[in-house]
T-cell receptor, first 113, second 114 residues
Framework: SQQGEEDPQALSIQEGENATMNCSYK?????LQWYRQNSGRGLVHLIL?????REKHSGRLRVTLDTSKKSSSLLITASRAADTASYFC?????????????FGTGTRLKVLA | DAGVTQSPTHLIKTRGQQVTLRCSPK?????VSWYQQALGQGPQFIFQ???????QRGNFPDRFSGHQFPNYSSELNVNALLLGDSALYLC?????????????FGNGTRLTVT
């Protein structure tokens, strides 16, 4: 079963605009990660935020985490055509022991040039 | 520094057959996790291997089994293939004692069952 759900399922924006996608999860977590997947390929790690952190930045990426609402958001600023991909959140429930990551359903982002 | 490599890249099998997929982890990693990703869905956790033992398992039947070798490489075996097993199978490696380290993924094996 999926631990997380991303929202929206699909997003289409113009190049230069900001893209925001959200992730909701069900259980408490150790940390939350965001990954990108280009069509038919493996996932690439973008950013990790620990459960005791509220916000984190990496280049054009900004991630927030609200553990009280069991939700996270990923903001991509000044989007580029190369950002077109599917984005997934992944959580690591504290009971998993050896860091089993559970992925959400994904947001498919399309950036139009 | 080689990343995660998976073989083969594509595979076509018939219902009822058996398949073996292979994964070599990123250099320095000792833990391998396998995921199944159906078209348009997120990756689903199958199982994780560390020290040649299965440490965690997702909600997959016993038809799915695995192995990890002393050099940390891993195999995923699926018996009695069903049409529903058609998916992208992803291998991810990590270092066990760095709990906050990211997963490194291979590009996957695309399995088609006819």
């Amino acid at each position: 079963s999926q631990q997380g759900e991303e929202d929206p399922q699909a997003l289409s924006i113009q190049e230069g605009e900001n893209a925001t996608m959200n992730c909701s999860y069900k259980t408490s977590i150790n940390n939350l990660q965001w990954y990108r997947q280009n069509s038919g390929r493996g996932l690439v790690h973008l950013i990790l935020i620990r459960s005791n952190e509220r916000e984190k930045h990496s280049g054009r990426l900004r991630v927030t985490l609200d553990t009280s609402k069991k939700s996270s958001s990923l903001l991509i600023t000044a989007s580029r055509a190369a950002d077109t991909a599917s984005y997934f959140c992944a959580t690591d429930p504290p009971t998993s022991g050896t860091y089993k990551y559970i992925f959400g359903t994904g947001t498919r982002l399309k950036v139009l040039a | 520094d080689a990343g995660v490599t998976q073989s083969p890249t594509h595979l076509i099998k018939t219902r009822g057959q058996q398949v073996t997929l292979r994964c070599s982890p990123k250099s320095g990693h000792d833990t391998v996790s396998w995921y199944q990703q159906a078209l348009g869905q997120g990756p689903q956790f199958i199982f994780q291997y560390y020290e040649e033992e299965e440490r965690q398992r997702g909600n997959f039947p016993d038809r799915f089994s695995g192995h990890q070798f002393p050099n940390y490489s891993s195999e995923l075996n699926v018996n009695a293939l069903l049409l529903g097993d058609s998916a992208l199978y992803l291998c991810a490696s990590s270092f066990k004692f760095r709990g906050n380290s990211p997963l490194h993924f291979g590009n996957g094996t695309r399995l088609t069952v006819t």
